[in-house]
């Protein structure tokens, strides 16, 4: 949507350059520590790899604060058999090309597995490295393209675009048999995914959208599009966008007078999306997600008490997955007794985990979850569909 | 039938604001010859300055949008106090200057507002007004009309006044200015400071209908810049004609080409300059380098 606004070249190339002396040290010293990543006794290393400067810097500090959460309680009740878990996190600044010179540092510096990062496009850079390197991932990303790597190594800590949309295309045709159905999603990678992951599950269902508008990542005025789905009379708008441009979508379709209701995935429950279409415009959209609230379950409620007791803000729903994410891969660490490699990546996908987002339970190809829950706006606050 | 006025009347009003930013541009390089490339920035600056006034400090619409022209008027002086001992030396450092003072304003913004940007709500509450199926925003209305009294009030100034027409003056022979006693600096920085001020307004009255953040220069900017080359740089009502021509234009592909909007838009614009390159209103205007 927007460009970086600082050069990062200097920092991408010192980064790159320490994972360059790391590996070089790495490979020159084989006698030295010749063990497999992490021994049987001293703490376990835990790499957290996400955004933390830049543009997608407040998602990184979501997600950190979620893991970190995770490896205190842990640590609070003893650890793993008595080994502690340290945990450190590295800055990818939302750059795919650090992101895979990090891979290689984590390798080099004997990290049992990563958790992170919230980018798809960042995960999928680093996943082939990892794989080689046999050090399991779980990953905050969604996008379908996650699956399609095909690692043993890369685990999602939520659904994919697929499972979002095909809830929600369900919910609006099924439940609330609404077949007039307008789309209107932007060309960048997410709105491309949600798009082609809605139209396929609206397809499938056999209902064909009554129009389907593209609009661009860095539109600001809608007013065409708009106009068009105006006139197509739809019974419910679907948004394949991120949280800034569904708000001004969904702000410029009420000023044209568009008053059915809105749908789309997590973005479009973010307060972020409510605030920027303003709260009477933003009322009664659907939206698909795993973490609707904080007051949703009794487990969900602890872990918004302790969030906000560890951090003094309310948590979210990116901080929930990586709660859930950490959680698992600790669960699985405490069940194979401190395995890595290939033996704790068939740990995590044995692992069976009740989490904030729901029952986790892995297949082949790394997603655990395959349900959202449907809610709903109402007064400016993302509530149950009931 | 509808789908085409309710285009065009998105188009128009988007349009109105590109006029503004076009002015800002011509009004620089008609006096100095000089393309400001700060410009941009200094509107998405103003837009952070008259939503900041507007939001945090609560203060009228209208006064925020004031104190914010006044401070991009003082940002317009300052670039130009900075850049005068180049002026009539050194033309290309001049306009890397300009190109320097927008991303410095950049990153100033950041230092200030943070990477995430804001949503300021419409100041007129009123509904959507229903002309035979056509939903025109009052708002829409507001942006027009100021749009409208700005270009009266450049105009009248430029022709009528003293003032005007000593920067007039010196856009036209620097020399023979300065022989007739004029302050050339003075001049120059005068027209810094309103091209700036223009900037403010159109930032400030561009946020409630799109969306206030540090890139909101580079999204007026290239369709201001693109709307004064189409009118023909320099000339004022060249950058009215030109503004609302982009606007309504971009409206019109965005309906017709989705996706490939943009693209349909500057190939429109870059056929249109290449048959008259000097622009609509292609008068030959200061060549001062």
Same mark, same amino acid.
């Given at each position: 949507?927007?460009?970086?606004?600082?050069?990062?070249?200097?920092?991408?190339?010192?980064?790159?350059? !320490?994972?360059?002396?790391? =590996?070089?040290?790495?490979?020159?010293?084989?006698?030295?520590?010749?063990?497999?990543?992490?021994?049987?006794?001293?703490?376990?290393?835990?790499?957290?790899?996400? +955004?933390?400067?830049?543009?997608?810097?407040?998602?990184?500090?979501?997600?950190?604060?979620?893991?970190?959460?995770?490896?205190?309680?842990?640590?609070?009740?003893?650890?793993?058999?008595?080994?502690?878990?340290?945990?450190? /996190?590295?800055?990818?600044?939302?750059?795919?090309?650090?992101?895979?010179?990090?891979?290689?540092?984590?390798?080099?510096?004997?990290?049992?597995?990563?958790?992170?990062?919230?980018?798809?496009?960042?995960?999928?850079? @680093?996943?082939?490295?990892?794989?080689?390197?046999?050090?399991?991932?779980? =990953?905050?990303?969604?996008?379908?393209?996650?699956?399609?790597?095909?690692?043993?190594?890369?685990?999602?800590?939520?659904?994919?675009?697929?499972?979002?949309?095909?809830?929600?295309?369900?919910?609006?045709?099924?439940?609330?048999?609404?077949?007039?159905?307008?789309?209107?999603?932007?060309?960048?990678?997410?709105?491309?995914?949600?798009?082609?992951?809605?139209?396929?599950?609206?397809?499938?269902?056999?209902?064909?959208?009554?129009?389907?508008?593209?609009?661009?990542?860095?539109?600001?005025?809608?007013?065409?599009?708009?106009?068009?789905?105006?006139?197509?009379?739809?019974?419910?708008?679907?948004?394949?966008?991120?949280?800034?441009?569904?708000?001004?979508?969904?702000?410029?379709?009420? $000023?044209?007078?568009?008053?059915?209701?809105?749908?789309?995935?997590?973005?479009?429950?973010?307060?972020? &999306?409510?605030?920027?279409?303003?709260?009477?415009?933003?009322?009664? =959209?659907? !939206?698909?997600?795993?973490?609707?609230?904080?007051?949703?379950?009794?487990?969900?409620?602890?872990?918004?008490?302790?969030?906000?007791?560890?951090?003094?803000?309310? +948590?979210?729903?990116?901080?929930?997955?990586?709660?859930?994410?950490?959680?698992?891969?600790?669960?699985?660490?405490?069940?194979?007794?401190?395995?890595?490699?290939?033996?704790?990546?068939?740990?995590?996908?044995?692992?069976?985990?009740?989490? *904030?987002?729901?029952?986790?339970?892995?297949?082949?190809?790394?997603?655990?979850?395959?349900?959202?829950?449907?809610?709903?706006?109402?007064?400016?606050?993302?509530?149950?569909?009931? | 039938?509808?789908?085409? &006025?309710? =285009?065009?009347?998105?188009?128009?009003? *988007?349009?109105?604001?590109?006029?503004?930013?076009?002015?800002?541009?011509?009004?620089?390089?008609?006096?100095?010859?000089? #393309?400001?490339?700060?410009?941009?920035?200094?509107? @998405?600056?103003?837009?952070?300055?008259?939503?900041?006034?507007?939001?945090?400090?609560?203060?009228?619409?209208?006064?925020?949008?004031?104190? /914010?022209?006044?401070?991009?008027?003082?940002?317009?002086? #300052?670039?130009?106090?900075?850049?005068?001992?180049?002026?009539?030396?050194?033309?290309?450092? @001049? *306009?890397?200057?300009?190109?320097?003072?927008?991303?410095?304003?950049?990153?100033?913004?950041?230092?200030?507002?943070?990477?995430?940007?804001?949503?300021?709500?419409?100041?007129?509450?009123?509904?959507?007004?229903?002309?035979?199926?056509?939903?025109?925003?009052?708002?829409?209305?507001?942006?027009?009309?100021?749009?409208?009294?700005?270009?009266?009030?450049?105009?009248?100034?430029?022709?009528?006044?003293?003032?005007?027409?000593?920067?007039?003056?010196?856009?036209?022979?620097?020399?023979?200015?300065?022989?007739?006693?004029?302050?050339?600096?003075?001049?120059?920085?005068?027209?810094?400071?309103?091209?700036?001020?223009?900037?403010?307004?159109?930032?400030?009255?561009?946020?409630?209908?799109?969306?206030? $953040?540090?890139?909101?220069?580079?999204?007026?900017?290239?369709?201001?810049?693109?709307?004064?080359?189409?009118?023909?740089?320099?000339?004022?009502?060249?950058?009215?004609?030109?503004?609302?021509?982009?606007?309504?234009?971009?409206?019109?592909?965005?309906?017709?080409?989705?996706?490939?909007?943009?693209?349909?838009?500057?190939?429109?614009?870059?056929?249109?300059?290449?048959?008259?390159?000097?622009?609509?209103?292609?008068?030959?205007?200061?060549?001062?380098?």
């Amino acid at each position: 949507m927007t460009r970086p606004a600082l050069p990062s070249a200097p920092r991408t190339l010192l980064v790159g350059t !320490v994972a360059l002396l790391a =590996t070089v040290t790495a490979c020159s010293a084989p006698g030295e520590s010749d063990t497999k990543a992490g021994s049987d006794s001293g703490p376990i290393k835990i790499a957290v790899v996400n +955004a933390r400067s830049g543009q997608l810097s407040s998602l990184g500090e979501w997600e950190y604060r979620g893991a970190k959460l995770a490896i205190d309680e842990w640590n609070k009740k003893g650890g793993i058999k008595g080994r502690k878990i340290q945990m450190k /996190s590295f800055d990818d600044q939302g750059d795919p090309t650090t992101g895979t010179n990090l891979a290689r540092k984590i390798a080099g510096e004997k990290y049992v597995a990563m958790i992170g990062t919230a980018e798809s496009a960042v995960t999928i850079a @680093m996943a082939p490295v990892l794989k080689q390197e046999e050090i399991p991932n779980i =990953t905050s990303g969604q996008a379908d393209g996650l699956v399609a790597q095909k690692s043993p190594f890369l685990f999602l800590n939520g659904p994919t675009s697929t499972t979002y949309d095909s809830t929600l295309a369900k919910f609006l045709i099924q439940e609330k048999g609404l077949k007039k159905i307008a789309m209107i999603s932007n060309n960048g990678s997410f709105g491309k995914g949600e798009h082609d992951a809605f139209a396929k599950a609206v397809k499938d269902l056999g209902v064909t959208p009554v129009t389907d508008q593209v609009v661009t990542t860095d539109q600001k005025d809608f007013s065409a599009a708009l106009t068009k789905i105006r006139s197509a009379k739809p019974q419910v708008v679907f948004i394949g966008s991120e949280e800034v441009e569904a708000g001004l979508i969904v702000k410029q379709a009420r $000023d044209l007078g568009i008053d059915a209701p809105f749908a789309g995935a997590a973005p479009q429950g973010t307060p972020v &999306f409510i605030d920027t279409a303003g709260k009477a415009a933003a009322e009664g =959209t659907f !939206v698909s997600s795993p973490y609707l609230s904080n007051e949703v379950s009794p487990a969900a409620q602890k872990f918004a008490g302790a969030y906000k007791a560890a951090y003094g803000v309310e +948590a979210e729903l990116h901080g929930a997955k990586a709660y859930d994410g950490t959680n698992i891969l600790l669960t699985a660490l405490k069940s194979s007794d401190g395995a890595t490699g290939k033996k704790l990546a068939d740990a995590i996908r044995a692992t069976d985990y009740d989490g *904030l987002l729901g029952h986790f339970r892995y297949g082949e190809e790394g997603v655990g979850i395959t349900k959202t829950t449907i809610g709903v706006i109402r007064d400016g606050k993302l509530v149950e569909q009931k | 039938m509808q789908d085409t &006025f309710q =285009t065009l009347v998105s188009g128009l009003s *988007l349009g109105a604001v590109y006029a503004l930013v076009a002015m800002g541009f011509s009004l620089v390089y008609r006096t100095m010859g000089l #393309v400001n490339f700060a410009h941009a920035d200094i509107a @998405m600056i103003g837009a952070y300055a008259a939503s900041t006034f507007y939001l945090t400090s609560r203060l009228p619409f209208a006064v925020a949008m004031v104190v /914010s022209i006044v401070i991009t008027g003082a940002i317009g002086l #300052v670039i130009e106090r900075v850049l005068r001992p180049l002026e009539n030396k050194d033309f290309d450092l @001049m *306009l890397i200057g300009t190109i320097g003072f927008g991303i410095v304003l950049q990153a100033v913004a950041i230092l200030i507002w943070g990477t995430t940007g804001r949503a300021v709500p419409s100041p007129l509450r009123s509904a959507p007004l229903d002309i035979l199926g056509i939903r025109v925003r009052t708002y829409d209305l507001l942006v027009m009309g100021v749009a409208a009294l700005a270009v009266v009030a450049l105009g009248f100034f430029l022709s009528r006044t003293k003032r005007g027409a000593a920067m007039q003056a010196v856009a036209m022979d620097h020399d023979a200015a300065t022989a007739v006693g004029i302050n050339v600096g003075r001049s120059n920085a005068l027209a810094f400071a309103i091209g700036a001020g223009l900037a403010a307004l159109a930032g400030g009255l561009v946020g409630p209908m799109l969306y206030v $953040d540090a890139s909101l220069g580079g999204a007026l900017g290239i369709k201001g810049f693109a709307a004064a080359m189409l009118g023909g740089f320099g000339s004022i009502n060249g950058a009215v004609v030109g503004g609302i021509a982009i606007g309504v234009l971009d409206s019109y592909a965005a309906g017709h080409f989705q996706g490939y909007s943009v693209l349909v838009t500057f190939l429109v614009f870059t056929a249109t300059i290449m048959i008259r390159p000097t622009g609509i209103f292609g008068e030959r205007t200061v060549s001062r380098a």
